[in-house]
């Protein structure tokens, strides 16, 4: 299987701020890369796929960048509705791993 | 609308068995593949199943395979989860998940889950 790391693990930051996830593949998944933004005791919400597409309805603060085993997700100028937990998945073939999440906290 | 709703969860002891279900509406279920998405309480989302439109393929992750059978029933516009031989670490919310393309398992529309505790 195809192992996704994501650092930080936890990311502290205040409104306004710019901020970037990374997410990085045990092996190439060429773009094949979803982001998903979950709130608690809420499903998750798809942000971003095939590394850099944004979903319709996502604000374009939200960015998506990478390719391989690489990946960021960055967010310009955090609104409060932005902190949360924020989770990669690889989209390139099963199974389709998630990274751990990194939650984003303000300072 | 568009939705899922799943249902299904409960209570149950090792060894034991559940089935839950996914119903879908407002969007035409045959043509598109399904998923189920698990987390358990206070941890990261982890994938578990997912069927094509026509059930040609389908994929369980290693930790439940053997013991959960995805599938699907386009007439009634609903996926199902048969989980068998249940642990406690099965433990989890269950999210049922909409694949937003043929050829892109991202998931796009995802239902509020349910929760599945096993637990004697």
């Known amino acids: 299987d195809i192992q996704m790391t994501q650092s930080p693990s936890t990311l502290s930051a205040s409104v306004g701020d710019r901020v970037t996830i990374t997410c990085r593949a045990s092996q190439s998944i060429s773009f094949w890369l979803a982001w998903y933004q979950q709130k608690p005791g809420k499903a998750p919400k798809l942000l971003i796929y095939?590394?850099?597409a944004l979903e319709i309805g996502v604000p374009s603060r939200f960015s998506g960048s990478g390719s391989g085993t690489e990946f960021t997700l960055t967010i310009i100028s955090l609104q409060p509705d932005d902190f949360a937990t924020y989770y990669c998945q690889q989209h390139y073939t099963y199974s389709y791993t998630f990274g751990q999440g990194t939650k984003l906290e303000i300072k | 609308e568009v939705q899922l709703v799943e249902s299904g969860g409960g209570l149950v002891k090792p060894g034991g068995s559940l089935r839950l279900s996914c119903a879908a509406s407002g969007f035409p279920f045959s043509s598109y593949n399904m998923n189920w998405v698990r987390q358990a309480p206070g941890k990261g989302l982890e994938w578990v199943s997912s069927i094509s439109e026509t059930s040609s393929y389908i994929y369980h992750a290693e930790s439940v395979k053997g013991r959960f059978t995805i599938s699907r029933d386009n007439a009634k516009n609903s996926q199902y989860l048969q989980m068998n031989s249940l642990r406690v670490e099965d433990t989890a919310v269950y999210y049922c998940?909409?694949?937003?393309?043929?050829?892109?398992?991202?998931?796009?529309?995802w239902g509020r889950g349910t929760l599945v505790t096993v637990s004697s």
């Open positions: 998940a909409r694949a937003a393309e043929r050829t892109g398992w991202y998931f796009d529309l």
């Open positions: 095939k590394a850099s």
